[in-house]
């Protein structure tokens, strides 16, 4: 009988509630604020963190899971009879999380070689963010509990990556500067003349798509390229954060246009709001497979 388990890291914004009924194993990333440490998740809540952010001078910072965290992880479950473990990492592009949890791999089965014929490791690179990776690990650990093939269920989730869109807006352009996202010069004048920068992460990679002028415009210009790259009748879901007004028009605009509604609304954590900030929706959707 096969014992599968699924983990991931709190950048994925798993509701706690699904987190604990689907049985996902969490790996908190660290934040520093100011000179005091704290781990995601388990020292504030997401509302908390954005009253952090709006009243900090200084933008937060967040550092990596390292390979010693994912070794005793690996040893945690190995002890409590795991015989495949699926790990769902967040973007290797912006993180080196993914490497750490490689590493990480080759020194447990050092330590362990018994370990090698007993426990399979996959370590799956999401080559995205918050819910891009957070909604397919939530679908991967239902599949877990129906009895799934542990095969079926990571060709499940590298179909998803392969084909996974988001798109998000930040309604202040003041941590997107300082994540490089958008220049410091671009910043500014985007401030000044009141341009809005909406932003796609696809395969890894942040661009701009295209810049609206004024807040109004930034929900048309989302539901545009959603409307336009989702592929039909597939699931999707918004992802907002302290933002008041604007998601609630944005999950009454796509089903209007999409026919059906998201499948869940995430609230993003420290990972990723120390980046875009706490002012910011979005989408994640599956577009067109690119691999």
């Known amino acids: 009988m096969r014992n599968i388990r699924i983990i991931t890291d709190s950048a ?45 001078e200084e933008i937060p910072s967040t550092a990596q899971i390292t390979q010693i965290q994912f070794q005793d992880v690996y040893k945690e479950l190995y002890d409590e009879g795991v015989t495949d473990l699926i790990h769902v990492s967040i973007n290797s592009t912006g993180s080196n999380t993914y490497s750490a949890s490689l590493m990480a791999t080759e020194s447990f089965y050092d330590d362990y070689p018994e370990a090698r014929e007993k426990m399979n490791i996959y370590n799956i690179d999401s080559h995205t963010y918050t819910a891009g990776y957070g909604y397919p690990v939530i679908e991967a650990a239902k599949r877990i509990q129906k009895g799934i093939d542990v095969q079926e269920i990571i060709d499940y989730l590298e179909d998803w990556f392969a084909s996974v869109e988001v798109y998000f807006a930040p309604y202040t352009l003041k941590y ?111 577009g067109k497979k690119r691999r």
Do not use: W
């Open 12 to 56: 994925s914004d798993i509701p706690a509630e699904l987190e604990k009924e689907l049985n996902i194993k969490i790996l908190s990333f660290p934040i520093t604020v100011g000179e005091t440490g704290y781990l995601e998740r388990i020292d504030f809540t997401n509302e908390e963190f954005y009253k952090i952010l709006q009243t900090e």
């Open 176 to 286: 997107v500067k300082k994540s490089g996202r958008v220049s410091a010069a671009a910043a500014f004048m985007g401030e000044l003349i009141g341009l809005r920068p909406i932003i796609s992460m696809i395969d890894g990679e942040s661009n701009i798509c295209e810049k609206v002028r004024g807040d109004k415009k930034i929900i048309p210009s989302i539901v545009e390229q959603v409307v336009q790259r989702i592929i039909p009748e597939t699931p999707y879901s918004i992802i907002r954060a302290a933002l008041d007004g604007y998601p609630d028009e944005l999950e009454k605009e796509l089903p209007k246009k999409l026919g059906y509604p998201p499948e869940h609304t995430y609230y993003t954590g420290a990972a990723i709001t120390i980046n875009s900030g706490p002012d910011l929706i979005g989408v994640c959707f599956k």
